[in-house]
């Protein structure tokens, strides 16, 4: 017994390359800087650690859906100075282009313990952009 099926539908194949997802106001509104918003994550996770409302960074990981690897770097942003956390947070927002500030950044900077010489090169990244 064969029988014939027959699919009728609309299927849009847009060309825009790689990469080019379109959001309705994408083209005039400033964001947020990404490292900004990690700093924030940070930050509030640090407090639920603290809190006992998560146990560890790999309990963090698993809830956030993301590696324990990528936590840790999240994390990292914690042992960098009040002031430089203050100044991250409050990064102009981006209007065209890439962040100037990125984590692979701020990391080297974060994993040096003396504050002075965190404080030295964020101000020598700053100058540089």
Known sequence: M???????????????????????????????????????????????????EVSNYAELARLGRVTGARMTQIMSLLC?????????LFLPRTVKGRDRVQLRHLIPIAALADWRQQRVLWKAMNLKR
């Open 2 to 52: 064969t029988s014939s099926l027959t699919i009728e539908c609309c299927v849009n194949f847009s060309r825009r390359g790689r990469g080019s997802r379109r959001r309705p106001d994408q083209g005039t509104a400033a964001r947020v800087p990404r490292i900004s918003k990690l700093t924030a994550l940070a930050i509030r996770f640090g407090e639920l650690i603290r809190s006992g």
């Open 80 to 88: 960098l100075t009040p002031d430089i956390q203050e100044e991250i």
